[in-house]
Nanobody, 113 residues
């Protein structure tokens, strides 16, 4: 499965962005998919996950209430809606299908103060 992220960019603190993760080669309808992020000099950290065939969602504490993970089966695409962005959200964001080894190349999000 090929995963391609898009939607990153530069935004001021308090702003919003929507990241997309388009999947090809296999439908995005079973298992778990997730977003991770990696800041400069930091490890890749979990952000949010979605159970694709149940809709359950999971978030790291720092983004609860600000980020929303979702997917559009018809478009075979997963999203991460980010609002009330903070400078500490600055990172490269990656999507992945968990337990498969499928990762995207990442999209950069930079939040200015």
């Amino acid at each position: 499965v090929q995963l391609v992220e898009s939607g990153g960019g530069l935004v001021q603190a308090g702003g919003s962005l929507r990241l997309s993760c388009a999947a090809s080669g296999r439908t995005f309808s079973t298992g778990y998919a997730a977003w991770f992020r990696q800041g400069p000099g930091e490890e890749r950290d979990f952000v949010a996950a979605l159970r694709l065939n149940g809709g359950n969602t999971y978030y790291t504490d720092s983004v609860k209430g600000r980020f929303t993970i979702s997917r559009d089966n018809a478009k075979n695409t997963m999203y991460l809606e980010m609002s009330s962005l903070k400078p500490e959200d600055t990172a490269k964001y990656y999507c992945a299908r968990l337990f498969t080894g499928d990762w995207g190349q990442g999209t950069q999000v930079t939040v200015s103060s």
